[in-house]
Each structure stands twice: as C-alpha cells, then as structure tokens.
C-alpha cells in the first residue's frame, strides 16, 4: 500500500470558489495542471535524493519514475486532485524494478542450483520442508535506504506553493472566458 499524505491548506476555500465560477472543463483543466506543476517539483526533488545517495550504472532509476494523477468528484463537497509518484512498473528494457529493493527492506536470497547431494553435505537437506525453520525468514536482511518518501515530504510546501501559484495563474488568465 502506498503511502499517502493528505493536506488541508488555508486560502483555498478561495481557489475553490473562484474555480467553480469557471466552466466545469476549464476547472478541471485548471486543477489537473496545477498538479502537474506540483507533481513536477516533487518529481525534481525525489530525482536530486536518488542522484545524491545512488551511483548511476544505467541510470534507470534515474529515468525510471512516472506520474499519475486523477480528480476524484465528492459531488457538493468538490473535488479531490490526486497525484501519485512512483516506479514505472511495466516490464521492459527501461523498468527500474530494483527501485522498490533499494526503498524498503528486503531478503537477500542466495542462488538456489544447489544439488541435493551438496545441500545434504552442508547439512541443509531438511532445514526449509516440513516442521522447524518453516517461519524463518530466508536469506540475509537488507536495510532499505528511502529516498522516495523523506524527499517528498522535505519538499511538500515547495510543491503546495508550486500548485497555488500554478492555479492563481490559471484562473487569472481565464477569468473572463
């Protein structure tokens, strides 16, 4: 589950009622790209974290983040802007799939083309079927290093205020259409 940060900001109440004087597609518009411009600094932040703590081999993860974003109607009450920064998921040759390694704890598992013969050498013929060493966790426990999270949370105002100016703009602009 992802994480999720919901904020309540003064002085929108007035955002919100100067864009319900607006067309109802010129205030979707409005609010879609004012979380683009939002999304954008946040985007430029988790980007600068991960260049600052990883070394580029490909760059992958670097080239690898995406952004969605969708209104959510709550009928009279308004509209909710949604915008998600995470991972490109699909697979392919430019799918940074070790960026949630890299994010959150994790097991490292070792190669499994072990023989029957070796393994029972070792004494290690039983350990993973039935009965104890079942529960156990396998493999050596990597400490995840977060870089997405703590960038967009140290970032958050600087977004906010991206957002704001972004729609004062906007509804500037289309005031009289």
Do not use: C
Not at 11 to 38: D, I, P, T, V, Y
Not at 119 to 128: E, F
Not at 129 to 144: F, H, S, V
Request: charged share 30%.
């Amino acid at each position: 589950m992802p994480d999720v940060t919901t904020t309540k900001l003064e002085g929108w109440e007035q955002f919100e009622r100067n864009l319900n004087k607006l067309n109802e597609s010129l205030a979707k518009k409005g609010s879609m790209e004012a979380a683009r411009a939002g999304a954008a600094v946040a985007l430029r932040a988790i980007r600068e974290r991960a260049m600052s703590m990883f070394k580029a081999h490909t760059g992958r993860l670097f080239r690898g983040f995406a952004v969605s974003s969708k209104i959510y109607y709550h009928g009279l009450a308004g509209a909710a802007v949604w915008f998600k920064i995470g991972l490109k998921t699909r697979p392919g040759k430019e799918a940074p799939w070790y960026g949630r390694l890299l994010e959150t704890d994790h097991y490292a598992v070792g190669s499994r083309k072990r023989s029957a013969l070796g393994r029972l050498r070792r004494g290690l013929a039983g350990r993973r079927g039935r009965g104890e060493g079942r529960d156990r966790p396998r493999g050596n426990l990597i400490k995840g290093r977060p870089f997405m999270g703590p960038a967009f949370e140290a970032n958050l105002q600087q977004a906010l205020q991206a957002m704001a100016n972004k729609l004062r703009s906007f509804i500037e602009t289309h005031r009289g259409a």
